[in-house]
């Protein structure tokens, strides 16, 4: 398809290399992300997230975002201040974190309080964990809503009869559950040699996690590496520069630039489970499922099945056969891969130099919403650290489990693994495969 042809006249054609709104059902070009009219084009989302993993909403009805607000309330935080806002123990997707060999610090905004599994000694409320500017919070809980609200609208279409399925979402995930909101800074300032010449070394022990010396950055550019992430539906915006880019479910990265009056919205973790239960029900025997995509389906749709493969989702714990059932059901939706690579100096982008800010909106369910219910034998469990089998995943880091895990970890008596989003997300850290289903397939 012509790029051209489709972005003449169209409202949008001030933003270059994305398709017309209406060309939308005709179009199948891997190479750009569709534009989706708010409210009209809502309907469209399955498809788009399907055929490219995203799709823009454009004017979405959501307040300015406060970007700018967080570069010059937020990040501009002395250290000892941003050290005030860390979780007391040690989470990375509450209060504030940073990656400075990454060159990367982040925020996260989670109004509701905390989970027990998190704060077993009930510490501290999340709601502590804000910086002390009300405006700028005021601000961002504006945002949050707003988006929040968005991405039910969002979900509700996944709910409605389509050629994919009915009632993909579970009933219960109409409430807040475990969103949060995510500030990112990217920039070469926060690389360990930088911030130990800026800073006095009380503090940048402090900001770099105990640790008395600068170790060299692990990239010359501030990057995010690739991943998935454990949610629904992600919505992102973000400053220039341009630095984000996914992957279309055949692997195919394609650029995803902030555009005016529109957010970017990405497949979590979340709806890969879900449409893969909603179409495959996991109580049939394994035998009943066909490991050949090419016959199946649910993939009808899909440019080259060959090259269609699931995520490697192994079971945690499982014995390594067992990650046979999830590659004998393809999920309708693949979660998207991501990652940010910040230009820097001596790239061409003009704006090189810049800081880039940018804020997502993770939509999750509530922790003990259940993803999917695994058949399984008795042996095929094992605990999640790999103590009791030699045959557990790969390189699984030794780490504590939460007692969350450990009660979800399986029904003896039913025969049945259940995985709730609690225990996914707990889970995901310690096996590498399920950080991205990419890494693995010589994408990245
Ligand atoms: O900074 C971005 O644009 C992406 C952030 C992201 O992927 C994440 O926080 O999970
Ligand atoms: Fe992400």
């Known amino acids: 398809m012509s790029n051209s042809s489709s972005i003449s006249d169209s409202p949008h054609s001030s933003v270059p290399g994305s398709p017309r709104v209406e060309d939308f059902d005709e179009y199948n070009d891997p190479e750009l992300i569709p534009m989706l009219m708010y409210p009209g084009d809502l309907s469209k989302l399955p498809s788009a997230l399907r055929t490219h993993g995203g799709a823009y909403i454009v004017s979405p009805p959501l307040p300015p975002p406060p970007i700018a607000e967080a570069s010059s309330s937020l990040f501009a935080l002395s250290p000892d201040a941003k050290s005030a806002l860390r979780h007391p123990g040690g989470v990375s997707v509450r209060g504030y974190n940073c990656a400075l060999k990454l060159g990367r610090e982040w925020w996260d905004y989670s109004p509701q309080q905390m989970d027990p599994a998190e704060d077993p ?146 497949a979590g973790d979340c709806l890969a489970h879900w449409t893969r239960e909603a179409l495959a029900p996991a109580q049939q025997p394994l035998a009943d499922h066909s490991p050949d995509f090419s016959s199946s389906k649910l993939t009808d749709n899909v440019a080259s099945p060959t090259t269609y493969a699931p995520p490697p989702y192994p079971p945690p714990g499982t014995r390594a056969n067992a990650s046979a059932w999830d590659s004998s059901r393809p999920p309708m939706l693949l979660p998207t891969p991501h990652e940010v690579v910040m230009p820097v100096r001596g790239d061409t982008d003009a704006q090189a130099e810049e800081d880039r800010i940018s804020l997502a909106v993770f939509l999750r369910p509530a922790k003990d919403v259940v993803l999917y219910r695994k058949p399984c034998s008795k042996s095929d469990i094992v605990a999640p650290s790999g103590q009791s089998s030699g045959d557990t995943v790969p390189n699984a880091p030794s780490q504590k489990v939460s007692s969350e895990t450990n009660r979800t970890l399986k029904d003896p008596e039913a025969n049945t693994d259940v995985m709730t989003f609690g225990r996914w997300a707990a889970e995901k850290g310690l096996y590498p495969p399920r950080r991205c289903w990419l890494v693995g397939r010589g994408t990245t």
Do not use: W
């Open 121 to 266: 000694d009930g510490l501290k409320p999340s709601t502590e964990l804000i910086p002390p500017d009300a405006e700028f919070v005021e601000a961002t809980e504006r945002y949050f809503r707003a988006a929040l609200k968005l991405l039910h609208e969002c979900i509700s279409v996944f709910r409605t009869p389509s050629e994919y399925g009915t009632d993909m979402i579970p009933g219960q995930v109409t409430e807040q559950g475990d969103s949060t909101l995510r500030y990112l800074r990217y920039s070469t300032s926060l690389f360990p040699e930088q911030t130990a010449r800026t800073s006095d070394p009380s503090s940048e022990r402090v900001l770099d996690k105990g640790k008395g010396r600068a170790d060299p950055p692990s990239s010359s550019h501030p990057v995010m590496k690739p991943h998935t992430d454990h949610g629904i539906l992600t919505l992102m915006t973000a400053t220039s520069p341009s630095a984000l880019y996914i992957y279309t479910p055949e692997g195919i990265p394609l650029p995803a630039p902030p555009l005016p009056n529109a957010v970017l919205i990405i």
